[in-house]
T-cell receptor, first 113, second 114 residues
Framework: NAGVTQTPKFRVLKTGQSMTLLCAQD?????MYWYRQDPGMGLRLIHY???????AKGEVPDGYNVSRLKKQNFLLGLESAAPSQTSVYFC????????????FGEGSRLTVL | AQSVTQPDIHITVSEGASLELRCNYS??????LFWYVQSPGQGLQLLLK??????LVQGIKGFEAEFKRSQSSFNLRKPSVHWSDAAEYFC????????????FGGGTRVLVKP
């Protein structure tokens, strides 16, 4: 069972470059999320989606864009990467009504030089 | 706005000893509370959750947590720690609103000594 799959798992970028992280889930979940994890700060919500074609801002959305063109995929884009975006990014998904029972991917480590 | 505080950044415990991780939350209504565990290089896995009812909840891997409304706390416990429990633990608060969004604490890293 694949669950939530993130690609790529590691990436190094130079300041100003762009990239896209892909999240795919095979559990038919309605909700999907992108979090970033930084030491001592736990996980902070970047953007989320409550269904295909919908997206919403989370706690730290600046510098990121997302798209949910298909129910099973949630893309996170960085148009012009900055060193402050060096982090580990986690995708998660869930069903409505479960109030926070999220299923997480294994993370994508991004370094911006 | 909701918030979660985990006062202990690191905890070292001997194998076989008991473990308690502290979590304090701030939330305007009845919170939905969660503990997640993250093993090195892995994503987060749900340990247990509290929605309502019995304030002592049981989870996987022998963990339990107690909700204390008067103290705004949801502490995680395990009577006897195994070496495989070395990981980072996150407390989180959520609401049954659109989006199932969670707010996480900063995490507590647990080291288990042989």
């Amino acid at each position: 069972n694949a669950g939530v799959t993130q690609t790529p798992k590691f990436r190094v970028l130079k300041t100003g470059q762009s990239m896209t992280l892909l999240c795919a889930q095979d559990m038919n979940h309605e909700y999907m999320y992108w979090y970033r994890q930084d030491p001592g700060m736990g996980l902070r919500l970047i953007h989320y989606s409550v269904g295909e074609g919908t997206t919403a801002k989370g706690e730290v959305p600046d510098g990121y864009n997302v798209s949910r063109l298909k129910k099973q995929n949630f893309l996170l884009g960085l148009e012009s990467a900055a060193p402050s975006q060096t982090s580990v990014y986690f995708c998660a998904s869930s069903w409505p009504g479960t109030a926070g029972e999220l299923f997480f991917g294994e993370g994508s480590r991004l370094t911006v030089l | 706005a909701q918030s979660v505080t985990q006062p202990d950044i690191h905890i070292t415990v001997s194998e076989g000893a008991s473990l308690e991780l502290r979590c304090n939350y701030s939330y305007g209504a009845t919170p939905y509370l969660f503990w997640y565990v993250q093993s090195p290089g892995q994503g987060l896995q749900l340990l247990l959750k509290y929605f309502s009812g019995d304030t002592l909840v049981q989870g996987i891997k022998g963990f339990e947590a107690e909700f204390k409304r008067s103290q705004s706390s949801f502490n995680l416990r395990k009577p006897s720690v195994h070496w495989s429990d070395a990981a980072e633990y996150f407390c989180a608060v959520g609401a049954k609103a659109a989006g199932n969004k969670l707010t996480f604490g900063g995490g507590t890293r647990v080291l288990v000594k042989p």
